[in-house]
């Protein structure tokens, strides 16, 4: 299809999306070592993450998520650098993806809220919107939940000046379903963003809980599945359709992650313009 323009800023594309190009990753983690070293978890790659902003922009994508276990470093240069790629291309970094930590655990809550709270100072150096935080690995007990909250409420007023918005999504045993995600940001009061995520709930009540949260959100990791025999569109476009009944009008993050197209660029294209096709048919209708 023909892409329209009028569309480009409702996309964007996560670097997971492209874990085969990078290759390598780069496991930051509480406790662990500030420099860790390369690890080829998925094979050498074929790209490093500062020529992607060029990348992007060539393939029509003006948003870009970056998982932080594809930072090969945090040092300053580097993170400036990188900015400047961005920059360059005329790419927006639209969310740093803090992947690791959990905040609900009473034995790793503090000293993992202090080591999330280390990624503000690279997240605000990047140019990020947004940094999004794992709420929480726990089982979603009252308890749990409220000390997820305080930390997060500590996060949020750390990075209350600097531009930069704190944002959570549905995933991990925190936050199994909308009564869990409505908690947490309403005990934040508007101090923290959600970003919606199709691939994260399964089962017959996924559409239902999915719907009771996207109206709340301001981001979508918008996940398709596949199959042996290729994309799964019904339910893509039902993720989608319901979205956009919910209101959202947020950027939708194309996730790819699957082997069925041999090029990951091939898969994210194809996601991106099923959207565009349900999107075109709602502002027609």
């Known amino acids: 299809m023909t892409f329209a323009r009028d569309l480009m800023d ?11 190009a990078l290759g390598g990753t780069y496991l930051y983690k ?12 998925y094979g050498e790659g074929s790209v490093e993450l500062i020529d992607l902003p060029a990348q992007f922009a060539e393939h029509g994508i003006f948003r870009m998520e970056i998982c932080s276990f594809h930072l090969p470093s945090r040092s300053a240069a580097y993170i400036g650098d990188l900015r400047k790629a961005f920059e360059r291309a005329g790419v927006k970094i639209q969310t740093l993806l803090v992947e690791d930590g959990d905040i609900s655990n009473p034995e790793t809550a503090e000293r993992d809220a202090d080591w999330m709270a280390g990624w503000i100072e690279v997240a605000v150096t990047l140019g990020a ?12 007990t009252d308890e749990a939940l409220s000390r997820a909250e305080t930390y997060l409420r500590q ?9 930069v918005r704190l944002v959570i999504e549905n995933w991990f ?13 309403d005990a934040l009061d508007g ?31 918008a996940k398709a599945h596949y199959s042996e025999t290729g994309l799964d569109a019904e339910d893509y476009i039902r993720c989608v359709e319901l979205s956009v009944a919910a209101g959202y009008k947020g950027p939708f993050t194309l996730i790819y992650d699957s082997s069925f197209h041999d090029n990951e660029w091939s898969g994210i294209l194809e996601e991106r313009d099923c959207i565009a096709s349900v999107l075109s048919k709602a502002a027609a209708a």
């Open 129 to 140: 919107e947004n940094m999004r935080v794992i709420a929480g690995k726990e089982q979603p």
């Open 10 to 20: 409702r996309f964007a594309v996560s670097t997971w999306s492209l874990h085969r």
């Open 173 to 185: 045993s925190l936050l199994p379903g909308p009564v869990e995600v409505n908690r947490v940001l």
């Open 191 to 221: 101090k923290l963003g959600l970003n919606g995520d199709f691939g994260n709930w399964h089962g017959t009540g996924k559409y239902a809980d999915l719907a009771k949260i996207m109206g709340r959100a301001e981001l979508c990791h």
């Open 155 to 163: 996060l949020s007023e750390q990075l209350a000046s600097t531009g």
């Open 30 to 41: 509480p406790g662990g070592t500030k420099t860790p070293a390369r690890q080829p978890t």
